[in-house]
């Protein structure tokens, strides 16, 4: 069966500093991934998503995120955060049996001043 | 243009009630997808709707159930509440039934006391 794994739970990092959350996935074909963003008591906003193609993709707010195909991976970047970045990140990939997202534990993302 | 709604936004109820979820689709969706989120969580798969008819069904048992009107709005069903059953419960749209970027709203929250 297809799953996600966040490996970080929480990930502090100083305002202005670089991020990088993480992100793999087990799926045999091309998957497509998804990266969302939730800030407390919020929906799930998407951030960038992967079908195919340039395997560097770019996104809202800043975000990138790079398919990795050798080694299974997705992770999210951003060259910068601001404290308004302080959120849970969640990566899911579409489940090809139906169509569903299965999605990662989440990374919380904790900002220094 | 108006996104996903969802109603109620927070809701208690005791062990062994039952309880109805609602949800509005973005205009021309036709899709609306039900996600629960236990907190600590990612989200896990319910049920998928698509022009009326069921799609896909999550691991959740038959006290659980959905539906989606001629409007494409949809209802989520749970019935003798459990205390497990408290989460956040979450609606997507999608404009088609396959591999689509989900649009979520900002979800109902059930507290089963």
């Known amino acids: 069966a297809q799953s996600v794994t966040q490996p970080d739970i929480h990930i502090t990092v100083s305002e202005g500093a670089s991020l990088e959350l993480r992100c793999n996935y087990s799926y045999g074909a091309t998957p497509y991934l998804f990266w969302y963003v939730q800030s407390p008591g919020q929906g799930l906003q998407l951030l960038l998503k992967?079908?195919?193609?340039d395997t560097l993709v770019q996104g809202i707010k800043g975000f990138e995120a790079e398919f990795k195909r050798s080694q299974s991976s997705f992770n999210l970047r951003k060259p910068s955060v601001h404290w308004s970045d302080a959120a849970e990140y969640f990566c899911?990939?579409?489940?090809?049996?139906?169509?569903?997202?299965?999605w990662g534990a989440g990374t919380k993302l904790i900002i220094k001043p | 243009d108006a996104g996903v709604t969802q109603s109620p936004t927070h809701l208690i109820k005791t062990r062994g009630q039952q309880v109805t979820l609602r949800c509005s689709p973005i205009?021309?969706?036709?899709?609306v997808s039900w996600y629960q989120q236990v907190l600590g969580q990612g989200p896990q798969f319910i049920f998928q709707y698509y022009e009326k008819e069921e799609r896909g069904r999550g691991n959740f048992p038959d006290r659980f159930s959905a539906r989606q009107f001629p409007n494409y709005s949809s209802e989520l069903n749970v019935n003798a509440l459990l205390l497990g059953d408290s989460a956040l419960y979450l609606c997507a749209s999608s404009l088609g039934s396959g591999a689509n970027v989900l649009t979520f709203g900002a979800g109902s929250r059930l507290t089963v006391l």
């Open positions: 992967y079908f195919s193609g």
């Open positions: 205009s021309g969706h036709k899709s």
């Open positions: 899911a990939v579409v489940d090809d049996s139906n169509y569903q997202l299965i």
